[in-house]
């Protein structure tokens, strides 16, 4: 695990964790070596000095956390405002709050379900987290980091593969295309698609640009030329 501006090496792992300054400095020496070893456990890069508690990035993907170890409904204002402001700049946002009495259960959920007339909370938006104790609520955090970089790798593997589906879809319409003027088979039209590229630039290709830059005949060259600008000879029938 790397420490504070490690080094670029060290971001090999599956992901980067950036900690608060000012919110490690309240915690137990003993909680913040738990999440250290957790992270190293896991390939996480552990960098310092952040807006909220923690920033995890995985598979491209930031995800922050407000994450408050000590429940005081005292200080709900302060932890609201601090919520409110952070989910205006953190697309994915979760707060993570620990509560290990019944009284903290019973004080947070007051507190929370009153958010929304006195702090101006959206309910649901940006997702409390409630858990027992420090060091599950750090093991729900790393969890919701990584299944947020799984989705993101997931998503950008299905936009992968629907962007090959439609170029070979576009592949197959255009050599059906070519391969419909008589004499023209597949390898004419792979050559004329490496050489000059789209439908239109070929349609638009003089007969000489086409024997420059391809290795086509100057009878099919002569054909392709008519076929996109004589009417009368790509709708009559073709006998290949």
């Known amino acids: 695990m790397a420490s504070s501006g490690g080094d670029p090496s060290g971001l090999v792992g599956r992901g980067v964790c950036m900690m608060s300054t000012s919110w490690r400095d309240k915690q137990h020496p003993n909680l913040i070596n738990f999440m250290a070893t957790f992270l190293a456990a896991n390939s996480y890069c552990l960098n310092l000095s952040v807006s909220p508690d923690f920033i995890f990035n995985n598979g491209g993907t930031s995800v922050a956390f407000v994450f408050e170890t000590n429940w005081d409904s005292e200080k709900e204002a302060a932890v609201f405002s601090r919520v409110n402001t952070l989910k205006r700049q953190f697309k994915h946002l979760y707060v993570v709050v620990v509560l290990p009495t019944g009284e903290q259960i ?46 993101k790798q997931q998503d950008i593997i299905t936009t992968m593969r629907n962007e090959r589906v439609q170029a070979v879809q576009c592949m197959d319409a255009f050599l059906r295309v070519l391969t419909s003027i008589p004499g023209i088979d597949s390898h004419d039209a792979n050559a004329l698609a490496q050489a000059i590229g789209s439908i239109e630039a070929i349609a638009k290709a003089s007969k000489e640009f086409i024997l420059e830059n391809t290795d086509l005949s100057t009878e099919k060259a002569q054909r392709i030329f008519r076929f996109f600008r004589d009417p009368q000879y790509y709708l009559s029938p073709k006998i290949n």
């Open 106 to 151: 019973e004080s947070f959920n007051q507190s929370y379900f009153n958010s929304y007339s006195r702090y101006g909370m959206e309910l649901g938006c940006p997702t409390f987290v409630p858990v027992c104790d420090p060091e599950m609520g750090f093991e729900k955090i790393v969890k919701i980091a990584h299944a947020r970089g799984v989705c």
